[in-house]
T-cell receptor, first 112, second 114 residues
Framework: AQSVAQPEDQVNVAEGNPLTVKCTYS??????LFWYVQYPNRGLQFLLK??????LVKGSYGFEAEFNKSQTSFHLKKPSALVSDSALYFC??????????FGSGTRLSIRP | DADVTQTPRNRITKTGKRIMLECSQT?????MYWYRQDPGLGLRLIYY???????NKGEISDGYSVSRQAQAKFSLSLESAIPNQTALYFC?????????????FGPGTRLLVL
C-alpha cells in the first residue's frame, strides 16, 4: 500500500534562515508528489508538485522541493524563511488515479 | 478558495442526529472529494465522485453517505452522528485528467458531535 511519512510534527526556524520540511514515501511505481499548505481557518492550498523530469521543483511563495528517487524523499525547502510561512504543511502522493494519500502534516513555526 | 464553498462552516450536533454538509464549486470541475482531517492523521478520503453518475467509497466511508446533485454540488451526510465523527471536513475538486491534477479545497466545516 502506498504511504507518505512526515517524520517531524513541528519544525521551528528563525526568520531569514533556510527551512526544510521532510517527506518520505513508499509506493510501488512512479509517484506523483505534492506539497500543500494550510493556514489557520483555511482549506489546503497547492504549493507545488513533481510529475516527471527535473528533480528540483519550484512552487509558490519561494518554496521548492527536491525529488530523490533513491531515498524516496520529497523534502520541501526555502532559502530564507518568513514569519508568514508559519502554517501546517502536507506532503501527498498519487499513483494511477486522482486519489491522493496525505501525510500527517508538519507544523512550521517561524520566529521573528 | 472562494471557488469552492462549504456550508456550514461550523456545526455542533448531538449523537444520533442526521446532518448534512454541503459543498459547491464554480471551477467547472467534474471530480469532487470529501475528506476528514484529524490531528496527527492528516487528511483521509471519505468519498469521491468523478462525475454526477459516478460515486466511489474512499478509505473511511463507514457511517457516511454522499449525494452528487449536480456537477457543482456534492453533499456529505452523517446518518446518525457519533462523537468520533468530530473532525474538520474538507471538500475538494479537480479537473478531469491524470493522477497529477491539482486538487482545490474548500475552507472546511468544523463538526462537533456531543
Amino acid at each position: 500500500a502506498q504511504s507518505v511519512a512526515q517524520p517531524e510534527d513541528q519544525v521551528n526556524v528563525a526568520e531569514g534562515n533556510p527551512l526544510t520540511v521532510k517527506c518520505t514515501y513508499s509506493v510501488s511505481g512512479n509517484p506523483y508528489l505534492f506539497w500543500y499548505v494550510q493556514y489557520p481557518n483555511r482549506g489546503l492550498q497547492f504549493l507545488l508538485k513533481y510529475i516527471t523530469g527535473d528533480n528540483l521543483v519550484k512552487g509558490s511563495y519561494g518554496f521548492e522541493a527536491e525529488f530523490n528517487k533513491s531515498q524516496t524523499s520529497f523534502h520541501l525547502k526555502k532559502p530564507s524563511a518568513l514569519v508568514s510561512d508559519s502554517a501546517l504543511y502536507f506532503c501527498a502522493v498519487s499513483l494511477s488515479t486522482p486519489k491522493i494519500i496525505f501525510g500527517s502534516g508538519t507544523r512550521l513555526s517561524i520566529r521573528p | 478558495d472562494a471557488d469552492v464553498t462549504q456550508t456550514p462552516r461550523n456545526r455542533i450536533t448531538k449523537t444520533g442526529k442526521r446532518i448534512m454538509l454541503e459543498c459547491s464549486q464554480t471551477k467547472g470541475h467534474d471530480r469532487m472529494y470529501w475528506y476528514r482531517q484529524d490531528p496527527g492523521l492528516g487528511l483521509r478520503l471519505i468519498y469521491y465522485s468523478f462525475d454526477v453518475k459516478d460515486i466511489n467509497k474512499g478509505e473511511i466511508s463507514d457511517g457516511y453517505s454522499v449525494s452528487r446533485q449536480a456537477q457543482a454540488k456534492f453533499s456529505l451526510s452523517l446518518e446518525s452522528a457519533i462523537p468520533n465523527q468530530t473532525a474538520l471536513y474538507f471538500c475538494a475538486t479537480s479537473a478531469e485528467g491524470p493522477a497529477y491534477e491539482t486538487q482545490y479545497f474548500g475552507p472546511g466545516t468544523r463538526l462537533l458531535v456531543l
